[in-house]
């Protein structure tokens, strides 16, 4: 099985609660970093650093709008996520269906 490398850095991104809390805000809308930050007890330094790491990995873009520099998700690599989650979620199911069918099969088990 060959690894991804932009999907292990989106998976890594998500492993840290504050950065799932940043999208889930982006969710709802645009926001500056600042934005991003006011409900966290962490400096500016630390919000940018997770943002610039949701940047890298492209879950999140930032523009230059004058002297703001909003951030907004990306719901396209967002999307990708959720289809390589559905795809493992169906090929458990198969596996685990033909369990089920191999274990209710009395001539199995002999």
Do not use: K
Request: aromatic share 4%; net charge neutral; charged share 30%.
């Amino acid at each position: 099985m060959r690894s991804d490398p932009a999907l292990d850095l989106a998976f890594a991104a998500l492993g840290d609660p504050v950065r799932r809390a940043l999208l889930t805000r982006l969710a709802q809308g645009e926001a500056t970093v600042g934005e991003l930050g006011e409900p966290f007890d962490l400096t500016p330094q630390a919000i940018s650093h997770h943002v610039g790491v949701l940047r890298r990995c492209g879950l999140v873009e930032q523009r230059r709008e004058g002297t703001r520099r909003p951030c907004r998700l990306r719901v396209d690599r967002l999307a990708q996520l959720s289809t390589w989650i559905d795809e493992q979620r169906r090929a458990w199911d198969d596996r685990l269906d033909a369990l089920e069918t191999h274990l209710a099969d009395p001539e199995a088990t002999r």
